[in-house]
């Protein structure tokens, strides 16, 4: 046996070991699945559709996908979301702010927010999880007020980013997505900065004696994260064109749902970016394909729980048997 | 009845991965009788009360209780054989009531089967009095001092019915006063013909309570002393502890000393504790001895600012160190290995690579972060250290004990600090990975810098350190130089006993 044979052979495994290589299976189960039920599915219009479907929620689970990694949470992306979308159209239509005026006001909100979730998480010692509830409340209030509960639209202010193509048909919104990515992966694996989330996600004890500035890492990355999120509901609001006081509350969950089933995980300092992305797409994919296959829009939510119950479990046999 | 043997251990031996941590040791526990185990951190203390417990299985030997063979002894069977054990870990349920704790898995019931809380608290306070404690059976735990939470823990015990109480340390964790208390409460225990196993480091404890004692060293029984209406003699008690031939597996070559070059100054770590202050000189490594739990990890994170201190500085090479925090400090030239490589030592799920660059990662070249350059700058400290059988990318998780401790080691080597300290550098590791760690260590004195090491392995200790500190319940009782150093004085000042 040569080396090379060897080498190629422990590759061969260590694909097989990964996470990404059992979602990459599923997605691949089920398109066959819906394609064998109907043939349109995988028509390229379809494709792109599901791309352009998942493009919001993709741009905030990078965002939960880096704060994970680090061994941070936030419950509240959602919901600052739909903040930031009615206060876009506060700012543009009743303060008659110029456009990029706007834009860069409501960066520095997202950003700023998160940046103080952030703080008080990290200054109060108390869990994420509830603070940035909290914060997700606070957010989703101030939309609410702010709004009276009633629709706001921009009057088409957006539009030509919404109906922007790239190559002819495909939606810009699909590679703001991507580019978001890149800039992810390139954070946290090609800058010394994402190197010390890992750290402080893997082993925060050890990253504090080793002279990381532990809380300067993890208050930032929520305003890393507070900066995809802001990206996200512009180009949300571009497609839609009309905010409501609560329509961004499901991605809080659902960016949550795509990170963990993408393999990242709740300890802190595991998972991957390409994981997270992989997670995404399969979870817009379920939801694409039972509609193309005309499973009812009320029995949808259900099957996409069991999915994803299935897909997390299958992905970590691994661990299960490891632990016998 | 007194005198009685309760549980009789015949040749029990234990070994872990086929290292024999105890060896051959016979162990009676009779009926109304105090019966103490001394020994050396490692000599098989612990060990020896969980197999007695029935938590691990013995590897030889046998085990009676009341005259009859136990043959496999598990936790459920010692507990039901009225075998109580208080570990030194805390395992209560903070957030609980004295009484919710006392009765944890057996909670007192109604006629009705409801949970009855009143029967619970009168029956907690009914213990409590006889006991004569001053604890309100509804008080928190989680807000009670260390000494009232081991009153728990004992109270917890003894509501069972125990027959057999083995006690890990019960008063390592407090003053003098409250530990006073704790030998009140085991010599009551003792009179109402319980059969009492305690384990201590402290010999003055146990001249006052003991009615037996066993010696144990290296995993061997080597003595049993019974009180027999007399005192102990506790000199021959510590020198059974120790005499054994130093083994100097390895030998350091003498090499020169230049200035003092750290010096420690009025260290306390609380408003209320001793002062500690030394110094040590360009390429002289300063050994720390003391027994477990005698404050010596405390100091040497708190000189590295790892945690808050009261009072007191450091000085490395004539400057103020800034010991506000380890990233401070780290810039002060100053350097802790850590004692446990896997909590806090290691990003475990990072590569090697990863690993040896978390001090030093803003040195790495060009302006976005790249394994390919980085490594080039750790490798020299790689190889250095000796790391085998995986290469930069290797996840930390999947290298050895021995490895894993040189990668931490390389990570350090990588700043270049002047003051150096290290917290049981060789913990749980093989020979020759620890006697690559001494070359290594020996190899940073001999280049000038200044080396503070803890370490509770005396042959170590002695091998390698120039000068010893000893230390006791936060204060230094001695300090041991050259030709002194000996594993005997070394005890001497640790249990503070004239020999």
């Known amino acids: 046996m040569s080396q090379a044979g060897a080498k190629r052979r422990t590759t061969l495994q260590a694909i097989v070991r990964d996470h990404r290589f059992y979602l990459v299976c599923i997605i691949l189960l089920i398109s066959a699945a819906a394609a064998a039920l109907n043939p349109r599915f995988l028509l390229p219009q379809n494709i792109i559709n599901i791309l352009q479907q998942v493009s919001v929620i993709g741009m905030c689970t990078m965002g939960m996908a880096l704060l994970l990694i680090t061994g941070q949470l936030d419950m509240g992306i959602g919901q600052l979301v739909s903040m930031l979308c009615i206060l876009m159209v506060v700012f543009i239509q009743r303060w008659q702010m110029n456009l990029p005026l706007a834009l860069l006001a409501l960066a520095c909100v997202s950003v700023g927010v998160s940046l103080l979730s952030g703080w008080v998480v990290c200054k109060s010692r108390c869990t994420p999880l509830i603070i940035t509830l909290g914060m997700g409340y606070i957010y989703e209030g101030i939309a609410t007020y702010v709004s009276g509960g009633r629709f706001y639209t921009l009057d088409r202010k957006l539009d030509w980013l919404g109906k922007m193509r790239v190559f002819g048909s495909i939606p810009v919104s699909i590679f703001i997505m991507l580019a978001i990515v890149l800039i992810s992966w390139a954070l946290l694996n090609r800058t010394r900065y994402g190197r010390r989330l890992c750290s402080v996600g893997s082993n925060e004890e050890n990253a504090f004696l080793c002279g990381i500035n532990v809380d300067f890492h993890k208050i930032t990355v929520y305003g890393v994260s507070g900066l995809f999120v802001f990206v996200a509901a512009v180009v949300l609001m571009a497609r839609t064109d009309t905010a409501t006081a609560a329509m961004g509350s499901s991605y809080t969950l659902q960016a949550l749902a795509s990170a963990v089933v993408g393999g990242v995980s709740f300890d802190g300092g595991k998972g991957t970016i390409s994981g997270a992305l992989i997670g995404c797409i399969l979870l817009g994919l379920i939801s694409n394909a039972m509609n193309v296959v005309g499973i009812a829009a009320t029995l949808q939510t259900m099957v996409q729980g069991v999915i994803i119950v299935v897909a997390v479990v299958l992905s970590n046999l691994e661990k299960i048997r490891g632990k016998r | ?499």
């Open chain 2, 1 to 499: 009845m007194n005198g009685k043997a309760l549980i009789e251990a015949r040749g029990l031996s234990k070994a872990y991965a086929g290292n024999l941590v105890l060896q051959d040791v016979d162990f009676t526990a009779r009926v109304g009788e105090v019966h103490c185990i001394v020994g050396e951190n490692g000599a098989g203390k612990s060990t020896l009360i969980k197999l007695l417990a029935g938590a691990v299985a013995p590897t030889a030997g046998e085990i009676f209780f009341d005259g009859e063979p136990v043959p496999r002894l598990d936790p459920r069977q010692s507990a039901a054989l009225g075998i109580q054990v208080i570990y030194q870990e805390n395992i209560l349920a903070n957030s609980m009531s004295i009484a919710e704790n006392i009765y944890t898995g057996r909670e007192p019931k109604t006629p009705g089967g409801w949970y009855d809380g009143g029967a619970a608290v009168r029956s907690a306070g009914a213990l409590i009095l006889e006991y004569g404690l001053a604890l309100d059976p509804e008080a928190i735990v989680g807000r009670l001092s260390a000494a009232e939470r081991q009153f728990v823990k004992i109270l917890k015990a003894m509501a069972k019915d125990s027959r057999v109480l083995i006690m890990d340390e019960p008063t390592s964790m407090f003053s003098s006063r409250d530990s006073q208390k704790v030998l009140d409460i085991v010599l009551k225990i003792r009179d109402k013909g319980v059969a009492v196993v305690y384990i201590s480091h402290h010999l003055q404890e146990i001249a006052q309570i003991a009615d037996r004692v066993t010696v144990l060293r290296d995993g061997r029984k080597v003595s049993e002393y019974a009180r027999d209406g007399g005192g102990f003699d506790l000199g021959r008690m510590t020198q059974d502890m120790v005499g054994r031939p130093v083994d100097k597996f390895y030998v350091k070559e003498p090499h020169a000393k230049g200035d003092v070059a750290v010096r420690v100054r009025g260290l306390r770590l609380h408003r209320d504790s001793p002062e500690i202050s030394f110094d040590i000189r360009r390429g002289e490594i300063l050994g720390v001895a003391g027994m477990v739990g005698s404050g010596r990890t405390e100091m040497a994170r708190a000189i590295f600012g790892a945690d808050r201190r009261y009072s007191g500085g450091v000085e490395v090479l004539g400057r103020q160190a800034d010991l506000s925090s380890p990233r401070r400090s780290i810039r002060s030239d100053l350097a802790f290995v850590s004692e446990d490589r896997q909590r806090q030592g290691l990003a475990l799920d990072m590569s090697v690579l990863e690993n040896l660059l978390q001090v030093s990662m803003n040195k790495t070249p060009g302006l976005l972060f790249s394994g390919k350059k980085s490594w080039k700058l750790a490798r020299p400290r790689f190889e250095q250290v000796g790391v085998r059988g995986c290469g930069p990318l290797t996840p930390a998780r999947q290298l050895s004990g021995g490895n894993q401790q040189k990668v931490v080691l390389g990570k350090w080597l990588m700043v270049d600090s002047q003051f150096m300290i290290f917290d049981e550098p060789t913990r749980g590791i093989d020979v020759n990975a620890k006697s690559e760690i001494y070359g290594i260590i020996v190899g940073l004195a001999k280049a000038g810098k200044s080396i503070l090491m803890i370490s509770s392995d005396m042959p170590e200790l002695i091998a390698l350190s120039d000068r010893i500190l000893v230390m006791r319940k936060g204060r230094v009782t001695g300090e041991i130089q050259g030709e002194d150093i000996s594993e005997q004085e070394i005890i001497k000042k640790a249990l503070e006993v004239e020999v």
